[in-house]
């Protein structure tokens, strides 16, 4: 069973920039969360959607957006980069995203704003 | 509110046993444990819920005290590839996504 594949896994963008992720989530699996991980602040969650709809938002600016497709798979964008904002984004995806399923995170998007 | 972990860091010989803890400000209802080696996805290890049910790998153990909000994470005879960042979240409320991490315990296993 294929895992949760995130692209790109590397990416540069400059200062003012927009850039949209990618998160294609275990087979079966409705539920998708973002999160962004930097040494200072661990991993901060961004949001999470379920059956195409936002369910959960974190303490993120309205620069930071998502959207999930019929088929669970999931993009975030982030317009008007910042350099703050260079990080690795992860992607987990949970059948039901209920409290007592395990989450499978993906590799990672690692993006540095220049 | 975020978790807060204890130790930061811990270092351990093979066969040695470490204890890492999570607690929380508020009522909880579940705490997840992850596991991050340098480089790679962080990976499941653990979730312990209110009421006792426990979902886990066999081969880790773990307490969740609700009253005093805390959960304390137990490897015993540690190896080599228990080395990594563990990582619990707990949940803000409703369901997984709102999950709240804390920021890490590495723990670095040498032989």
């Known amino acids: 069973k294929a895992g949760v594949t995130q692209t790109p896994r590397y990416l540069i963008k400059t200062r003012g920039q927009q850039v949209t992720l990618s998160c294609s989530p275990i087979?079966?699996?409705?539920?998708v969360s973002w999160y962004q991980q930097t040494p200072g602040q661990g991993l901060q969650f961004l949001f999470e959607?379920?059956?195409?709809?936002?369910?959960n938002k974190g303490n993120f600016p309205g620069r930071f957006s998502g959207r999930q497709f019929s088929n669970s798979r999931s993009e975030m964008n982030v317009s008007t980069l910042e350099l703050g904002d260079s990080a690795l984004y992860l992607c987990a995806s949970s059948s039901t995203g209920r409290l007592n399923t395990e989450a499978f995170f993906g590799q990672g998007t690692r993006l540095t704003v220049v | 509110q975020q978790p807060v972990q204890s130790p930061q860091a811990v270092i351990l010989r093979e066969g040695e046993d470490a204890v890492i803890n999570c607690s929380s400000s508020?009522?909880?209802?579940?705490v997840h444990w992850y596991r991050q080696k340098h480089g790679e996805a962080p990976v499941f290890l653990m979730i312990?819920?209110?009421?006792?049910e426990q979902k886990g790998h066999d081969k880790i153990s773990a307490s969740f005290n609700e009253k005093k909000q805390q959960s304390s994470l137990y490897l015993t005879a540690s190896q080599l590839s228990y080395s990594g960042t563990y990582f619990c979240g707990t949940e803000k409320g409703g369901s997984q996504g709102n999950l709240i991490f804390g920021k890490g315990t590495k723990l670095s296993v040498k032989p």
């Open positions: 312990l819920l209110k009421g006792g």
């Open positions: 959607y379920f059956s195409e709809t936002q369910r």
């Open positions: 087979s079966g699996h409705r539920s």
């Open positions: 508020k009522a909880l209802y579940s």
